[in-house]
Structures are given as C-alpha cells and as structure tokens.
C-alpha cells in the first residue's frame, strides 16, 4: 500500500519560531510537492522537487524553504512563522513521467499548524 | 486568470440522485491532464478520475465519469446514483506540459452534500 507520511496531524507554534514540517514516502517517487489549503482557496503549490538536493518554487514560495537530503524526505521550512502561515500543509509525491500522461500524485494526511 | 474554475461552491443533492460536478479550465498548452480528487472529513485526498488532453474517450471509473468538452475546456465530474458516503468536497486540477515534475493547479473546490 502506497504511503505518504506527515509527522505531525497537528501542530501549534508562536510568531517567530522556525517551523519543520516534514515528509517522507515509501514509493520511491522523484517527485515531491508541498500545498497549503486554505478554505475557498483550494490548493496551492509551495514548492517542488523532482529530485534529491533540486527545488523548484511553486506559486506560493515566499515565506518559505524546502529541503530535500534523501529521496524518500521533503521538509518544508517556516523561518520564521507567521499568522498569516496558519493552515493546512499537505505532501504529495509522484512518479516521473515524461510526456503528458496519467500520473498520480499521492497525498499525505496533512498537517493542520496554526501559527499564535 | 483562474486557472481552474469550479462554479459551485457548495451542492445538496438526494441519495440516489446522479451529480455533475462543473470544472473549466484555461490553458495554451495542447498537452495536460486533468485531475478529480476526493476530500472527506477526514482530510485525505482521494484521486478519483484523470482524463488526458489527448484522450478521446471520456474517462471512467466505477460510478466516476468525466465529461470531457475539449474546445469548451470543459471536464466536469459526473457521479452517479449518489451515495452518503460521497459527501466530500471535490476538487479538480490540471497539471500542464510534460514530465510530471510540475505541480497541479486546483480549483477552489465543491462542497458536496447528499442527503438522505
């Protein structure tokens, strides 16, 4: 069974603190993602990494940093948290596929932080 | 511009009922996908249905079909004979080019309920 994991389901931090969300999936994927969902807004890409030690800003990056050591973990980095940070962190990880074609992306369960 | 747009913040429909879910999208690419995720309560996103810019059958699955309108830009969701369990909210996305490295783009989502 395909797994993507999030480290934590909840987490509540104070303006200011440097904040590690962190991922890890077990299906081997080169590609990882990170969203936050915000209500009416839907989800909206933060970063990507189609590889180990490669990133990619996505349409929301300011405010934060990715990093990507191994394969299997993509951590998304808060410097310094802020309210407007608060809500929901989701992980996703595909395969690569070249062309256009049906590839997947696998979800973890998310990460709820509410910043103080 | 919105990249995805999904008219219907929020639906009621009876159990048993068919349900069309509407999405448009804006592209000038030739090549993309786009995608149908689940989300219950729990949070989890649910793949449910893809359909290829290429792809001249609509796509199906299970109760799942997609109506796929290609010079409309047009891929709304069709879910038939509706059941509790499907009160969601539902979200389309689109990945566009090629290598499956980009992220999705999602729209803000549709709130489902069935009742009863």
């Known amino acids: 069974d395909v797994k993507v994991t999030q480290s934590s389901r909840y987490l509540v931090k104070r303006t200011g603190e440097k904040v590690f969300l962190e991922c890890v999936q077990d299906?081997?994927?080169?590609?990882m993602f990170w969203y936050r969902q915000d209500p009416g807004l839907g989800l909206r890409l933060i970063y990507f990494?189609?590889?180990?030690?490669?990133?990619e800003k996505g349409d929301i990056p300011e405010g934060y940093s990715v990093s990507r050591e191994k394969k299997e973990r993509f951590s998304l980095i808060l410097e310094s948290a802020s309210t407007n940070q608060t809500s929901m962190y989701l992980c996703a990880s595909s395969s690569y596929e070249t062309g256009i074609s049906y590839n997947e992306q696998f979800f973890g369960p998310g990460t709820r932080l509410t910043v103080l | 511009a919105q990249k995805i747009t999904q008219t219907q913040p929020g639906m009621f429909v009876q159990e048993k009922e068919a349900v069309t879910l509407d999405c448009t999208y804006d592209?000038?690419?030739?090549?993309?996908?786009l995608f149908w995720y689940k989300q219950p309560s729990s949070g989890e996103m649910i793949f449910l249905i893809y359909q290829g810019s290429y792809d001249e059958q609509n796509a199906t699955e299970g109760r799942y079909s997609l109506n796929f309108q290609k010079a409309r830009k047009s891929a709304n969701l069709v879910i038939s004979a509706s059941q509790l369990g499907d009160s969601a909210m539902y979200f389309c996305?689109?990945?566009?080019?090629?290598?499956?490295?980009?992220?999705?783009?999602f729209g803000k989502g549709t709130h489902l309920i069935i009742q009863p």
């Open positions: 996305a689109m990945r566009e080019r090629g290598g499956g490295a980009d992220g999705l783009t």
């Open positions: 299906m081997d994927h080169e590609n």
């Open positions: 592209t000038s690419d030739q090549s993309y996908g």
């Open positions: 990494s189609y590889d180990v030690k490669m990133k």
